[in-house]
């Protein structure tokens, strides 16, 4: 139970969205404010685990409220989108580097992660697998907890580690590659409200 807990976990955070493209854009500078966003995010995880084991996470299935957490996150992922590309010139600029504060940066990524109703799906789907783990289900929470806790930590440290390979032209493009995926996500977020 705690291997599916951690694989599940795994497929939850690795596959490329929109927290780790900006995970990454910030381990390319700083170590400590990748691990802000990144916690952001996981916090905003533990978030919908509380509302799991209180039982409200079933309301949102099919409510309303669903499309307006839609039509939020991907306002804000359009925005960082924007601001993405807008700045792609000064990421290589301590001066830029400095302005936000891994406080900012911390309630970014929970704000995004708790705004995108992927991760409410996620959580919807892991209420349903931990109820038929009526045995052990704080054992398959444990496992999910942990893998995306040390990928929080493990991803953006092997990016931090490695940027020296990178230079300013790699990194100005991976800004615009990152812009145009988060404006992407923004953009089918946005039709899925027209779509459904």
Not at 5 to 31: D, E, F, K, Q, R
Not at 142 to 167: C, D, E, Q, R
Not at 171 to 182: E, G, K, P, W, Y
């Amino acid at each position: 139970i705690l291997l599916q807990g951690l694989m599940l976990g795994y497929g939850a955070c690795v596959p490329l969205g929109p927290i780790n493209v900006l995970i990454a854009n910030y381990a390319l500078h700083s170590y400590k404010k990748a691990l802000a966003m990144g916690l952001g995010a996981m916090s905003a995880d533990i978030s919908y685990l509380l509302l799991i084991v209180l039982g409200l996470l079933k309301l949102l299935d099919g409510s309303w409220l669903l499309d307006v957490i839609t039509f939020l996150g991907a306002l804000f992922l359009l925005t960082i989108a924007y601001a993405t590309y807008q700045n792609r010139h000064r990421l290589m600029e301590k001066k830029a580097l400095k302005e936000e504060k891994l406080l900012q940066i911390y309630l970014k990524g929970y704000s995004l992660t708790f705004l995108n109703p992927y991760t409410v799906g996620f959580w919807i789907s892991v209420a349903t697998v931990s109820s038929q783990s009526v045995n052990q289900p704080l054992l398959l929470l444990s496992g999910l907890v942990l893998a995306i806790l040390s990928w929080t930590i493990l991803m953006p440290l092997f990016i931090y580690k490695s940027k020296h390979l990178l230079n300013a032209d790699i990194i100005n493009l991976f800004s615009i590659v990152s812009a145009l995926i988060l404006a992407g996500f923004g953009i089918v977020l946005m039709l899925s409200l027209f779509t459904a």
